[in-house]
Each structure stands twice: as structure tokens, then as C-alpha cells.
């Protein structure tokens, strides 16, 4: 058996947890996306282009919003712009004659979940690892979402909106554990929530808009006056 195939093999059983954990992260996705008007369809052909919940909510959001196109494609790059460092960190853990074409399709799925399994493969890392993960870890965010949408079309309205609250809870289950642990996290935060709340009150900005805006000038303002020295960066 080829090393390639070999390393494609180890990739879908490391990917088949990560499958598992989308599929049910999505599925209140697909929920987001059916309330925005979405058919299943659709819903599932943005989670297979874009394998990414914060940024599939946010364009979920701008479409629920009937925002403009030039709005959703800034939010996007906004909220998945950490995923252009990850795909940098990972091109240079790549052996150094992986082509071009390789490290274009790798960088197509760089998620955190698969840039963590990435990292820890080392010196073994090689595109076939990758395609494995992605071929499982894909179809499971994709087949939530699409199933997400049909649910949210069968379920009685009040089971549609308890279920809608799902992806809040995975943000939280995000940003609680570090906020726990750390008090500048915890107080960026809750500025966060407190000055997102006064914005919705803001007749001339739209809701697409003041995300936009919350996120690039909170983080800015964050790192500026609370940077993380390299010495602190390791001890985490």
C-alpha cells in the first residue's frame, strides 16, 4: 500500500470525531439558515464552499437582513480572516515539495478542528492526511446544515425557534472557558455584548454592518492595549 494512501486512511479516522462534532454543530446552523429562508439546498452548498459556523451564521445573517452582497463578502473576510494565518502556519508544515495545487486545495478546508489535527501529525503531515479528514469532516457540516433546513421545515414553529438558540451555545461554550481562566478575555467580552447591544438601537447601521464594525474595532482595541508577549503566548 502507497504512503499516500496510507496517510489518506489515517486522515479519515482522525476526521471521523471531527464529522461527528460538525454534524451536530451545523444541524442548528441549518436551523439559522432556514429562518433566514434558505432551502436545503442552498444551505447545504454554503456549508460544502465554506466550512466555517461563525462565518456561515454571519452571512446567514446578512441574507436573513436582505443585506447587499459587498456587505456579506467584508463580513466573511472578516470573520474567517484568522483561517489566512492558520493556512500560512500549515503551508510551512508541508513537505517543501508539496505543488501549488496541493496547498490551494488543503487551504480550501482549514477549519480549527483540522488545523489542530494538522499540527499534531508533525513531520508524518502530508496532503493525503488532509484529504482524509476533509473527505468525512465536509459532508458531515454539510449534511447537518441540509438536515438543520429540512427539520426547520417539518418541526412545529416553537421547537424551531428552542432549537435556533443551539449555535449561541456552542459560542459560549467557546469564549466561557477562556473567559474562566483569564479576566481581559472575560471583560472584552462582556464590553463586547454590552456595546453590541446599544449598536441594535442604532437606526443608520444595519445589523451586517455593526458586526462588521464590533469585530474590527473590539479586537483592534483589544490587541493594542492587551497584547500577548511571546513568553505568556507559551505558557498558555
Known amino acids: 500500500m502507497s504512503e499516500n494512501r496510507i496517510t489518506w486512511r489515517r486522515g479519515i479516522r482522525d476526521g471521523i470525531p471531527i464529522a461527528l462534532g460538525y454534524f451536530a454543530v451545523s444541524f442548528a446552523l441549518g436551523i439559522t439558515a432556514h429562518n433566514a429562508g434558505l432551502s436545503a439546498l442552498q444551505a447545504a452548498l454554503a456549508s460544502f464552499l465554506c466550512n466555517a459556523s461563525a462565518g456561515e451564521y454571519a452571512a446567514f445573517t446578512v441574507i436573513a ?11 466573511m473576510l472578516v470573520a474567517n480572516a484568522r483561517y489566512f494565518l492558520m493556512s500560512c502556519a500549515l503551508s510551512q508544515c508541508l513537505p ?12 480550501f478546508d482549514v477549519t480549527d478542528e483540522i488545523f489542530g489535527i ?6 508524518r503531515l502530508r496532503p493525503s492526511y488532509l484529504y482524509g479528514a476533509m473527505s468525512v469532516a465536509i459532508p458531515g457540516w454539510a449534511g447537518g446544515t441540509c438536515l438543520g433546513v429540512l427539520m426547520g421545515s417539518l418541526l412545529p414553529m416553537g421547537v424551531v425557534r ?6 449561541y451555545g456552542m459560542f459560549l461554550a467557546i ?12 471583560g472584552v467580552v462582556a464590553f463586547s455584548m454590552a456595546v453590541s447591544w446599544v449598536a441594535a438601537f442604532l437606526p443608520f447601521l444595519s445589523e451586517g454592518m455593526r458586526v462588521i464594525l ?5 479586537s483592534a482595541a483589544a490587541a493594542v492595549l492587551f497584547p500577548v508577549r511571546e513568553g505568556e503566548e507559551a505558557a498558555a
Open 65 to 75: 437582513a436582505n443585506g447587499a452582497y459587498w456587505e456579506m463578502a467584508l463580513m
Open 118 to 123: 494538522a499540527v499534531a501529525a508533525g513531520d
Open 214 to 218: 464590533l469585530t474590527v474595532l473590539i
Open 96 to 107: 517543501p515539495d508539496t505543488p501549488l495545487h496541493h496547498r490551494l486545495f488543503v487551504a
Open 175 to 186: 469564549i466561557i472557558p477562556p473567559a474562566r481562566n483569564n479576566r481581559i478575555i472575560a
Open 162 to 167: 428552542a432549537l435556533s438558540v443551539g449555535l
